[in-house]
């Protein structure tokens, strides 16, 4: 169960030195992207960063990263054995995710790191993350309907609690393709709490040496966000834009329209699309780019699908499917850390596909069954384009599916 609220985690960080300055960052969408572009510039500039991001993808500690490496496994156990002891102690029966921040915290000190870069994990004023100190620059990116029950029921009402993270005289940018209206919210908070807002720009000499057509529409504003706010925090006179460009130019941030390899589970050759779209914004921003990238002539699509429970799973469904489509419904596993997280019963997908226009020939029911349906959806695309989507969670599922098969195949052949 989620209860937000900063008592238990402020309590849990009394002991735990927050030397490091922090960028803070919000949104619906695009949030760990930015997150994961600042981090990427402030290392290469010099500056040693940590970043905390959520959910994890494969281990539970691979959300904290020093100098853009995973901690060491054994950092995160002692730093979360800590945390843990202190929860019980002062009987604060602090969440999991409260557990999870105040352990990052830790490892960030125990690295002595000179700036963290934290996404937020819902909402924003109440969110455990917002207990750090030492903010430099906050970051709102692209906001949309998204976990409603906590946030609001409207755009305005979700916008004002992500503005809940910024701080008087720290600077605020804002995603400028946000509509108006939460335009006018967060300027409306910065007023009354003494700060100001900052469009992400693209006019810059720095982003002029990279090629927008290499980049997403989407993924060049959260660039832009992500540039915006570096040169806010990144106080420094010597230039390091030499060393920043290969770092964006190599980044690659997992489960983000990212192809990949599952021949070690299905034997099938070509790479397959991962994307971690969950809500009806990047559903919608996932199938424009399935329209133009692989089906240019039409082509079919074979979808591997799963959705957390409460998703708006008919909106998603409407921006990502067509009529000759194929799609499998799963069900991922246990979600370590996050116990309040249920995935939606396959079959309710299965009924937003057929209400979506796929015929039933065309669906499949797999359950909790993820290698099955990936074996389906190859069988069924026979070679065309096969597209994971729907949730980080079910991403987080096929990368640890894959890893295992990897490793076991390295066993046989040794």
Request: proline share 4%; charged share 20%; glycine share 8%.
């Amino acid at each position: 169960m989620i209860e937000l609220g900063l008592t238990r985690i402020s309590r849990l960080l009394k002991y735990t030195p927050q030397t490091w300055k922090a960028i803070h960052v919000a949104g619906t969408n695009g949030k760990g992207s930015i997150c994961a572009y600042l981090s990427a510039m402030l290392s290469a500039a010099g500056v040693r960063t940590g970043r905390f991001t959520s959910p994890h993808l494969i281990d539970r500690y691979d959300c904290i990263t020093v100098q853009e490496r995973t901690i060491e496994e054994s950092v995160f156990e002692a730093a979360k054995k800590l945390v843990d002891d202190r929860n019980k102690q002062d009987n604060l029966k602090a969440s999991e995710f409260e557990l999870l921040t105040a352990t990052a915290f830790d490892c960030f000190d125990r690295h002595k790191i000179d700036m963290g870069v934290i996404e937020v994990g819902l909402g924003g004023r109440l969110d455990a993350t917002n207990a750090v100190e030492n903010k430099v620059v906050t970051v709102i990116s692209k906001i949309g309907l998204d976990h409603q029950g906590f946030l609001g029921n409207t755009i305005e009402e979700i916008a004002l609690q992500k503005a809940g993270i910024m701080r008087p005289g720290v600077p605020c940018v804002l995603d400028k393709t946000n509509p108006a209206s939460v335009r006018n919210v967060v300027e409306e908070h910065a007023r009354k709490i003494g700060t100001e807002v900052i469009l992400s720009s693209t006019e810059s000499s720095f982003l002029d040496q990279l090629r927008e057509a290499d980049f997403q529409p989407h993924q060049w504003q959260n660039l832009a966000c992500a540039h915006t706010a570096f040169h806010l925090a990144y106080t420094n006179s010597q230039s390091p834009l030499h060393r920043i460009l290969p770092a964006l130019e190599n980044l690659h941030w997992p489960g983000r329209l990212q192809t990949l390899d599952i021949r070690a589970v299905t034997g099938r050759s070509q790479p397959v699309l991962l994307d971690g779209a969950h809500n009806v914004q990047s559903a919608t921003v996932l199938g424009s780019y399935v329209d133009a990238k692989l089906r240019p002539k039409g082509n079919k699509v074979a979808w591997v699908l799963a959705a957390s429970q409460g998703k708006e799973i008919d909106g998603i469904l409407k921006h990502l499917l067509q009529a000759n489509d194929c799609v499998a419904a799963v069900e991922f596993g246990p979600v370590d850390g996050m116990p309040w997280v249920e995935a939606m019963a396959s079959e309710d997908i299965l009924a937003s596909a057929a209400a979506a226009g796929v015929p039933a020939a065309q669906l499949y029911k797999a359950g909790a069954d993820i290698s099955t349906a990936l074996r389906w959806a190859v069988a069924v695309a026979d070679g065309g384009p096969v597209v994971i989507a729907g949730s980080l969670y079910l991403i987080s599922d096929v990368l640890r599916l894959l890893r295992n098969a990897e490793r076991l195949t390295k066993q046989l052949l040794n």
